[in-house]
């Protein structure tokens, strides 16, 4: 009832930290890859191989700025992930939204937050907006994981409670045309925005935030140290 009612649910203790090991190490090795690969470039002159898995991108994406770009635009679902994307914890819990017949998206997006990347925050929008024409009648209920305890000072979403109400899509515009060139977000003006309250939305490692396709929410800055 709060899900249709609000447009998102906060659901504690869905998964165990060694349930998301797997995918943290995949991580690691992502990122481990790719300072190999800037490291052989020229691009960086010390890969951070010290480092753990929360410090050593942000090391990386001060000497290299496109960094975490790299690894959100150009890693895809590997089986670790996967076996998250579908596990029962989360087809059980869509059923109650949807139904036995589920059909499961195949784009996910690992948000690899480093410390103050203009690339890694990203305006309010809804996600309805990145689809085809009439995708707000399709009913896609979206889990945001996170993989660290997800704070205010560190970055973590936020939402307009019962904007999802709005069933359809407002006008949005490209972070681009406003001199972030290299910005692929869709952004609401404010003046366009519904009122309501805004919901920051802090989550412990191994809880699900859950989304409304039409939900109008927004990732924030992270000023902490650590991805």
């Known amino acids: ?129 990145y689809f085809l024409e009439g995708g707000e009648d399709t009913f896609q209920p979206t889990a945001w994981i996170p993989f660290v305890d997800a704070t205010a000072e560190n970055g973590t979403l936020q939402v307009i409670r019962g904007s999802h109400k709005l069933g359809r899509a407002l006008p949005h515009h490209f972070e681009k045309d406003v001199g972030h060139q290299k910005s692929w977000y869709l952004y609401v003006n404010d003046e366009d925005l519904p009122e309501g309250d805004v919901v920051t939305c802090e989550m412990k490692k191994g809880s699900v935030l859950w989304l409304r396709n039409t939900m109008i929410h927004r990732s924030t800055e992270n000023y902490s140290d650590k991805v």
Do not use: C
């Open 1 to 129: 009832k709060r899900y249709f009612d609000d447009g998102f649910l906060i659901v504690e203790d869905v998964f165990t930290d060694a349930e998301l090991q797997p995918v943290l190490d995949d991580f690691a090795d992502m990122v481990g890859s790719w300072a190999d690969k800037l490291h052989a470039a020229g691009m960086i002159t010390d890969k951070h191989e010290g480092e753990d898995v929360y410090t050593r991108l942000a090391s990386l994406e001060k000497e290299w700025p496109n960094a975490a770009a790299l690894v959100h635009w150009r890693e895809g679902m590997r089986p670790s992930l996967s076996k998250i994307w579908a596990s029962d914890n989360l087809v059980d819990m869509v059923e109650q939204f949807l139904g036995p017949d589920i059909v499961g998206h195949p784009v996910s997006v690992i948000r690899t937050k480093t410390p103050n990347t203009a690339l890694m925050t990203v305006p309010w929008h809804q996600d309805i907006a």
